[in-house]
C-alpha cells in the first residue's frame, strides 16, 4: 500500500499535468496569429547533448537470493535528447528522453548459508535511469541570436539496477526495476550558430517517484538536471 502522502502528490501532480494541456491547447489557438508578421522558423528541433545531473537519494536495492545494498538511481552523468514541433513562434509540443547510467566496484562478502565465513570477491552494481517526458514547450524568439525557453514536462522514470559477481564463492547476476511518475520543469537559452544549428544550455528540476527507503515505502529522487548540446532546426 503507497503512503498517503505519496498518493496525494501524485494525483497533484496528475492535475498540474491536465492543467499544463489545457493551458497549451488554449496558448496554440491565441499564438496562430504570430505566425504571418515575424521571421520564419522551422517546424521541427531535435536537441542531442550531455546531461549532468545532481545524486539527491539513495535507494535501497532488494535483488533477492538476500542480496541487497544501497545505490542511488539517479547518476550525475547522462545523455538527453528532445525532439520538438513548433505550433507557431511560441508554443511546442516537445517530447524528451534521457539516460543516466553508472557503474560501481566494491568487494562483496559472499556466504551461500547461515553460520558460514563469507568469502569476498569483487563485484559491481549498474543502475541506470530513463526518464520518457513530454509536455509544451515556450520559445521567446526575437531579433537577437539568443532566444529563451521554457518547459513543462510529465511522463514516467523508470529504473533498473544489475548486480554482478563472479568468483570462487558465487558467480551471480541479480536485476532490480522501478517505474513511477516523474516530472521536468524549467528552462534555457538558444545560442544561434547558423541557420540550421544552435548551441543549448537548459536546467530543470526532475522529481523521479523510483527507488525504495529501508522500510519498503516508495522515495522521490529530488533531481535538478543541467544540460548542454547541439540543436538543430
Not at 117 to 133: D, I, M, T, W, Y
Not at 180 to 203: E, N
Given at each position: 500500500?503507497?503512503?498517503?502522502?505519496?498518493?496525494?502528490?501524485?494525483?497533484?501532480?496528475?492535475?498540474?499535468?491536465?492543467?499544463?494541456?489545457?493551458?497549451?491547447?488554449?496558448?496554440?489557438?491565441?499564438?496562430?496569429?504570430?505566425?504571418?508578421?515575424?521571421?520564419?522558423?522551422?517546424?521541427?528541433?531535435?536537441?542531442?547533448?550531455?546531461?549532468?545531473?545532481?545524486?539527491?537519494?539513495?535507494?535501497?536495492?532488494?535483488?533477492?537470493?538476500?542480496?541487497?545494498?544501497?545505490?542511488?538511481?539517479?547518476?550525475?552523468?547522462?545523455?538527453?535528447?528532445?525532439?520538438?514541433?513548433?505550433?507557431?513562434?511560441?508554443?511546442?509540443?516537445?517530447?524528451?528522453?534521457?539516460?543516466q547510467p553508472h557503474t560501481e566496484n566494491?568487494?562483496?562478502?559472499?556466504?551461500?548459508?547461515?553460520?558460514?565465513?563469507?568469502?569476498?570477491?569483487g563485484a559491481s552494481v549498474n543502475p541506470?535511469?530513463?526518464?520518457?517526458?513530454?509536455?509544451?514547450?515556450?520559445?521567446?524568439?526575437?531579433?537577437?541570436?539568443?532566444?529563451?525557453?521554457?518547459?513543462?514536462?510529465?511522463?514516467?522514470?523508470?529504473?533498473?539496477?544489475?548486480?554482478?559477481?563472479?568468483?570462487?564463492?558465487?558467480?551471480?547476476?541479480?536485476?532490480?526495476?522501478?517505474?513511477?511518475?516523474?516530472?521536468?520543469?524549467?528552462?534555457?537559452?538558444?545560442?544561434?550558430?547558423?541557420?540550421?544549428?544552435?548551441?543549448?544550455?537548459?536546467?530543470?528540476?526532475?522529481?523521479?517517484?523510483?527507488?525504495?527507503?529501508?522500510?519498503?515505502?516508495?522515495?522521490?529522487?529530488?533531481?535538478?538536471?543541467?544540460?548542454?548540446?547541439?540543436?538543430?532546426?
Amino acid at each position: 500500500m503507497c503512503p498517503r502522502s505519496f498518493t496525494a502528490g501524485v494525483a497533484n501532480l496528475k492535475r498540474a499535468a491536465l492543467l499544463i494541456l489545457v493551458f497549451t491547447i488554449g496558448c496554440a489557438r491565441w499564438t496562430l496569429a504570430q505566425d504571418s508578421n515575424s521571421r520564419p522558423f522551422s517546424r521541427y528541433e531535435v536537441f542531442g547533448g550531455y546531461l549532468a545531473a545532481g545524486q539527491t537519494a539513495y535507494s535501497d536495492l532488494q535483488f533477492g537470493n538476500g542480496v541487497s545494498l544501497q545505490s542511488g538511481f539517479s547518476t550525475t552523468h547522462g545523455v538527453e535528447v528532445s525532439f520538438a514541433y513548433n505550433f507557431n513562434r511560441i508554443l511546442a509540443i516537445k517530447g524528451d528522453f534521457s539516460l543516466q547510467p553508472h557503474t560501481e566496484n566494491f568487494t562483496a562478502g559472499i556466504c551461500m548459508q547461515a553460520g558460514c565465513s563469507p568469502v569476498f570477491q569483487g563485484a559491481s552494481v549498474n543502475p541506470r535511469l530513463f526518464n520518457f517526458l513530454v509536455g509544451p514547450e515556450f520559445k521567446l524568439r526575437n531579433h537577437t541570436l539568443f532566444t529563451p525557453f521554457a518547459h513543462g514536462l510529465t511522463g514516467i522514470a523508470h529504473a533498473t539496477a544489475t548486480f554482478s559477481t563472479a568468483g570462487p564463492a558465487a558467480t551471480l547476476s541479480l536485476e532490480n526495476s522501478e517505474t513511477g511518475f516523474s516530472v521536468a520543469i524549467g528552462g534555457g537559452v538558444d545560442i544561434r550558430l547558423s541557420k540550421r544549428f544552435s548551441v543549448r544550455t537548459g536546467v530543470d528540476l526532475n522529481p523521479a517517484w523510483v527507488g525504495r527507503d529501508d522500510p519498503g515505502a516508495r522515495t522521490v529522487l529530488k533531481n535538478v538536471r543541467i544540460s548542454a548540446g547541439i540543436l538543430l532546426h
